[in-house]
């Protein structure tokens, strides 16, 4: 069965194949993919996660490379939506690309 993408996740799926991210599985990816496409969604509806949610224990625990990452996958989004680029938002994704990246350390894709 061919699952179809919204274009918004295949443009970030495209933009995390050229950093060779791949997902250890389909349950992985879908996961990412509904952030990203519930990230667009809240942009078109304006209603942006606040940060003043974001606590500093959650950043401790992600890469620099996994938020620079996931900043440059969700960047051209929120200026589609002319809104600032909110740092929980980021993180959500930062999440799943540290696990992609720890999976790709680890041998497992």
Do not use: W
């Not at 959650?58 to 680029?85: D, G, H, M, W």
């Amino acid at each position: 069965m061919r699952i179809e993408y919204s274009l918004c996740a295949k443009e970030a799926l495209g933009k995390l194949d050229n950093y060779k991210i791949s997902f250890a599985d389909e349950n992985a990816k879908a996961v990412f993919v509904n952030h990203i496409d519930s990230l667009e969604t809240r942009l078109k509806d304006n209603m942006v996660l606040s940060d003043d949610i974001l606590e500093e224990n959650i950043l401790r625990e992600l890469s620099e490379e996994s938020l620079n990452i996931a900043e440059s996958l969700v960047c051209e989004l929120f200026e589609k939506y002319q809104t600032p680029i909110s740092r929980i938002e980021v993180v959500l994704i930062a999440t799943h690309v540290q696990l992609a990246l720890r999976s790709r350390k680890e041998g497992v894709e």
